[in-house]
């Protein structure tokens, strides 16, 4: 268990800014089209100290699959800190880290690479000396207090730009004599175990601090750097740097003079690039921000303010550190645009290996539904992100999956080397209703034309590659690939289209099998499941209806009439073909006959129909039943993904049975779609009370066990996190 953190009493933030400034990433700093809080209503960041354990220091440079250190990072860098451990003084006056993405993968680079030390009349002074030190987390910040021999020393950590932290240290004589310090800055690298990667990083001296280069490694599964990627840090003040192998010491070049009541601040910058022309412009953002360094901690801390605000209007006041819990975890797996990553978007997790450095298809509809609630242009371009990648007609490797969106999107595509971006198949089909939400939220009709025609291509990519006999109802499947190679590889990549990958639904041993798909000429374009999966013509059906609003919202009268009656047919498809009215639930459907494929057990999929407004009243009412039984959905902690009856229930196998907080999401809010809003309260109030660490000041994990609330897999989940916000607010 690490300490608890010793809080530093509130200080008031500074005034910010005029709003409405682009950050250097390219979201905005502007307030929502609707915001959800007036200056009146603004809920202060320094309300919601420590919301998350950001205390911790690495024992090696690999963080391991999962990092059990929770980190803090902003504005998009591919670099993160936390804070010391309060009982550990080797750590005090630096912050932790900094973690840093090798393209796709993070890695420690040091315990604390920054640590400042005060010296007076050669005498190091005891940063413990005065009594236990308070670190704290902030909304936008990370802060640390030490209390000295008449001094006090505050240290403060905010990202200035999407390269960049800006580290303040303020020192104050509270005494009644003057006094006159030196201060000095060392810290080492923290080598990885084994080569190549061992020896990628290597100090280098600079006229104004340190920086640290990387070598070219490429490292498929490990590590990934092409020899141009930098760490340096810039000091505002005149300083001079010694080398000692793995180690540095950075001395500021004058002594600070100090009267009584006097203070003085010490501003440095430290930035992460990948590529020599990001380098030379991150070094002109950095000398301007270290010319104006409290406007820029100003500019930040009025953006959080905004950020909190939103976050927590309509939120009960005992679930608001929750909500501000939530955004600050979007806000770390923000990553701005970087190699093949061409917007600014969320990856899943920092805190997991294979999820730091890509951004999938449905998370990010999800994520950009959640973020919008705070700022729609990052949503924009979190969108932009997964559509930048879509296929296009005439593509020269796979024509006939014009329109698709790609599963996954990483820095390195496999022409780089890399190993994780994955065209096997796509993810369930929630775009347009991401769109439409963020449109709801930041009001660009422009982005709403933009997204239109690449919103229908996607559209009628479902329809010509995964709609095997040609009825109105898709398949999850998979596209014609060469890791597609056999007919089990294929059933696993559409098992993972669903995005539920190892769900009973979809077992071998229960028999599920592909089919190939064919064009009028008889070329195989994709292959289908043997099954019409509930989930997907839901989620068609419900998109279809967004686009008909958005073809009103750009003046494309036919296109409406046509999503219109689209939607129409899908509905009535999935209403009258999926529900089983003997057992009141939803079903996926055989292929070959149409049957409903109840052996297979209750899924949390057969809720989805309540969401997309699919159900019938009646129909509706028999999916709460199951949903408020205690037997099948209601468990101590609600909505698993397996019910609780079903033969395959296991609790803790990631889709068969641990609960997701966006199925539960979509379950709570089809619940409430349909009148059912006290057990809709009543079930979430349960999810939020007994999911481990969502009270506290644990991480939003990626899943719970549903019978005992223990968190599972990866920590610090950005889906996880999109989905309570409207969850909280109940909108």
Sequence with gaps: MRSPSRVLPALALALGLAAGTTSPSGASDAAPRHPTATASTARSPVAYENVLDLEGVPKAASPGEFNPVNVFADRGAWHAYALPEADDPTTYGGFTGPLYIAQEYPWWLSRSFSRLRLKEAERTLDLAGGGAPRFTSLPGLLRQGYRLDGLDLTLELRFATDRTALVRARVHNSGRTTRTLAADWSGG????????????????????????????????????????????????????????????????????????????????????????????????????ALSRPAAVAAAGDARWRRYVAAVTDSVPAARRRLAVKALQTLATNWRSAAGRIRHDAISPSLSYKWFAGGIW?????????????????????????????????????????????????????????????????????????????????????????????????????????????????????????????????????????????????FDAALGTSVVANQNASGRVTGYSLTQESVDLNAYLAADQTHLAAIAREVGDKAGERHWRARARATHQAVRERMYDPTSGWFYDTDLADGSRLTGRGRGIEGAIPLWTGTATPAQAAAVRDKLTDPGEFATPVPFPTVARSSPYFAPQRYWRGPVWLDQAYFAEAGLRRYGHTAEARALTDRLLTHATGLTGRGPVMENYDPLTGAPLNSPNFSWSAAALLPMLSGR
């Design 189 to 288: 690298l923290l080598r990885p175990e084994k080569g190549p990667q061992r020896d990628a990083p290597a100090l280098t001296a600079t006229a104004r601090g340190v920086a640290v280069d990387f070598a070219r490694v490429r490292e498929k599964w490990d590590y990934l750097t092409d020899g141009t990627e930098r760490f340096q840090i810039t000091h505002r003040e005149p300083v001079r740097t010694t080398l000692d192998h793995d180690t540095y010491r950075t001395e500021l070049a004058a002594p600070l003079r100090l009267a009584p009541g006097a203070a003085r601040t010490l501003d440095w910058a430290e930035s992460y690039t990948f590529t020599a022309p990001e380098q030379a412009r991150e070094g002109a953002a950095v000398r301007r």
């Design 361 to 505: 298809a449905w998370d990010t509809w999800k994520q950009a539904v959640g973020t919008a609630r705070f700022d729609p242009r990052l949503a924009e371009s979190q969108l932009r992100a997964m559509f930048d990648h879509q296929i296009r007609p005439g593509s020269a490797s796979r024509p006939q999956d014009a329109g698709m969106i790609p599963d996954a999107v990483f820095y390195n595509d496999p022409s780089d080397g890399g190993g994780n971006w994955n065209e096997r198949n796509s993810k369930p089909p929630l775009a347009a209703w991401a769109v439409r939400e963020v449109y709801e939220r930041g009001g660009d009709r422009g982005f709403l034309r933009e997204m239109y025609p690449k919103l229908a291509a996607y559209q009628a990519w479902w329809y010509r590659n995964r709609d095997h006999d040609g009825d109105g109802l898709a398949e999850y499947g998979a596209t014609v690939d060469p890791a597609n190679d056999s007919a089990e590889e294929r059933r696993l990549a559409a098992a993972w289209e669903s995005g539920m990958d190892n769900a009973p639904r």
